[in-house]
T-cell receptor, first 115, second 113 residues
Framework: NAGVTQTPKFQVLKTGQSMTLQCAQD?????MSWYRQDPGMGLRLIHY???????DQGEVPNGYNVSRSTTEDFPLRLLSAAPSQTSVYFC??????????????FGPGTRLTVL | GESVGLHLPTLSVQEGDNSIINCAYS??????FIWYKQESGKGPQFIID?????DKRQGQRVTVLLNKTVKHLSLQIAATQPGDSAVYFC????????????FGKGTLLTVNP
C-alpha cells in the first residue's frame, strides 16, 4: 500500500489563481480530511469527509472547496488563491469505526506559497 | 508543556533520559485524545491515543496520562533516543465530535547525544 499520497509537493501561485491539491489513499478508508499547518498554529481542519458523496466543513473552510466522488480521492480546490492561504497542507485518512476517527494517517504534505 | 493556543514550547533532553511532554486542553466535552509526532518535512505520525474512560495507556516506550480533573494530558517517552527528536502534538475531539480534531501547537523535543 502507498498509504496517503499528495501532489504536488510544492506549488507557487499568484494571487487570484486557482488550483487543486490532490489527495489519494489506497487503504479503503472511509474518513478523509484536509488540514493546514501554519508556523506556531498547529494543524487546523479545513474540510472532511466521512464517505463518498459526503463532505463537511472544519474549522477554517473559507476559500476552499472539496468533493468526494470516490472513496480513494479527496481533492482540495482553491478557487481564488490569496496570500493568507500560504501554508503547508496535509491530507489524512482513517478507518471510520463506529464511534470514532481511529488512527489518522497523514500524507507528506503540499507546501503552497501564494504571491 | 504545550497548551492549545500558546506559542511552540521546546524541551531539550539527554539521550537515555525520560521525556515528559505536557498538554492542557480546554474543552471538557472532549473524550478522545491523540499524540502525534512530526519530523521535519513530514506529515504527523500517530503515536498513541487514549479515551476519557482511561487514565493511562502504554505503548512501546511511550505512556499517555490523562487527568480529566485538571484537563491535562501528558506523553512520557522512556529512554529518549536521537530519533525521537521532533515536534509532538496533542489533539482532542473538540466538542465530542470525533471528526473534528483540535490540535495543540506542538512541543519541539530535542535529544542531545
Amino acid at each position: 500500500n502507498a498509504g496517503v499520497t499528495q501532489t504536488p509537493k510544492f506549488q507557487v501561485l499568484k494571487t487570484g489563481q486557482s488550483m487543486t491539491l490532490q489527495c489519494a489513499q489506497d487503504m479503503n478508508h472511509e474518513y478523509m480530511s484536509w488540514y493546514r499547518q501554519d508556523p506556531g498554529m498547529g494543524l487546523r481542519l479545513i474540510h472532511y469527509s466521512v464517505g463518498a458523496g459526503i463532505t463537511d466543513q472544519g474549522e477554517v473552510p473559507n476559500g476552499y472547496n472539496v468533493s468526494r466522488s470516490t472513496t480513494e480521492d479527496f481533492p482540495l480546490r482553491l478557487l481564488s488563491a490569496a496570500p493568507s492561504q500560504t501554508s503547508v497542507y496535509f491530507c489524512a485518512s482513517s478507518i471510520s469505526l463506529a464511534g470514532g476517527v481511529d488512527t489518522q494517517y497523514f500524507g507528506p504534505g503540499t507546501r503552497l506559497t501564494v504571491l | 508543556g504545550e497548551s492549545v493556543g500558546l506559542h511552540l514550547p521546546t524541551l531539550s533532553v539527554q539521550e537515555g533520559d525520560n521525556s515528559i511532554i505536557n498538554c492542557a486542553y480546554s474543552n471538557s466535552a472532549s473524550d478522545y485524545f491523540i499524540w502525534y509526532k512530526q519530523e521535519s518535512g513530514k506529515g504527523p505520525q500517530f503515536i498513541i491515543d487514549i479515551r476519557s474512560n482511561m487514565d493511562k495507556r502504554q505503548g512501546q516506550r511511550v505512556t499517555v496520562l490523562l487527568n480529566k480533573t485538571v484537563k491535562h494530558l501528558s506523553l512520557q517517552i522512556a529512554a529518549t533516543q536521537p530519533g525521537d527528536s521532533a515536534v509532538y502534538f496533542c489533539a482532542e475531539n473538540s466538542g465530542g465530535s470525533n471528526y473534528k480534531l483540535t490540535f495543540g501547537k506542538g512541543t519541539l523535543l530535542t535529544v542531545n547525544p
